[in-house]
């Protein structure tokens, strides 16, 4: 009995990775179609000056408009495309769409593009991205990538020859999710980015734990002190915003200041509705 039993068990859990293997097989082939269907997105959301509340850049944020599943994020494709080699084609696209997108602004504000593991190690990155500016007219410094300590996995000196081929090309460099990883701190000494963005865990517990202050002010002043601008995101209440003042962060991004929203209208820009009443309102957070 205890037998049969255990062998319902097992083949219980067989059909049930049979399953979750036949979802991940079916999103892995929507998701290949997803870009000729028209079905990514690219969804902008604000980084604010930490001082003036001025927008500087925009970072570009991936959305998948699944026709029966509707808006996906990226937690919940990203990591399957990178699984699946996709990421290379879903990286290209994202960085072209950016690129002539933030060429088309009417401001001087830079790009934010979130740049995956191995979408930065497939050769040629470099020189693709040069590309890619020369393409769309795009000054190479109004274009910021977002890479993860993730790229110094496999092989950190390549990782490192390509940072500084970014780097002469005049392109901006942010180590992101700083202090989520298991030896951020390393890799700065391995590479002077331009900025570090805080995690946004960190900022959401400031307020109700004494030691997220603790670490994003030691963090600051870390960044500070090897010469690099510190960026903090998920900023939500106007008690983080006062915190974060103090602490002197060089910039801000979070629902307080915009959601990510799309691109709107024959402005091309991505503050909804009014742009002018929409920057007077960021101002005014800032206002003494
Ligand atoms: P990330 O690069 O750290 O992006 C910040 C995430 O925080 C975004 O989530 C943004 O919508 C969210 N966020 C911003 N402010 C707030 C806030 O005040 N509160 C809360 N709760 N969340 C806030 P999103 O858009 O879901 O993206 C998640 C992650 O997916 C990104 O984290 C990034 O790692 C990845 N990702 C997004 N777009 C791309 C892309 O185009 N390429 C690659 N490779 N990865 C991407
Ligand atoms: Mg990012
Ligand atoms: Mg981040
Ligand atoms: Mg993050």
Redesign the pocket.
Known sequence: RVKDEGRGTVRFFEAAMDEQLQARRRIEHELSGAIPRGELQ??Y?PIVNGRTGEIETF?????WHHPERGCV???EF?PL??QTDQ?GR??AW?LDT?CATAAAWPQPWRVS????PK?FRQPGFAAGVAAVLGRHGLPPGRLVL?I?EGVFIQDAAMAVEVLTALRTLGVRLAL??FGTGYSSLSYLQRFKFDKI?V??SF??RLGQNADSLTIVRAITHLGHNLGLQVTV????TQEQLAVLRELGCDQM?????A??TPVMGAMMTPISGSPDLELARLRSLFAE
């Open positions: 690219l969804y959301q970072e570009a944020l991936i959305r994020p990226p937690a990203i495309a990178e990421i879903i990286g994202v950016a593009v979130n740049v995956s979408q977002e993860t992101d999710d963005k995690d946004q900022v959401r995101e998920g900023v939500e991004q979070g629902y307080l200041f959601r990510p």
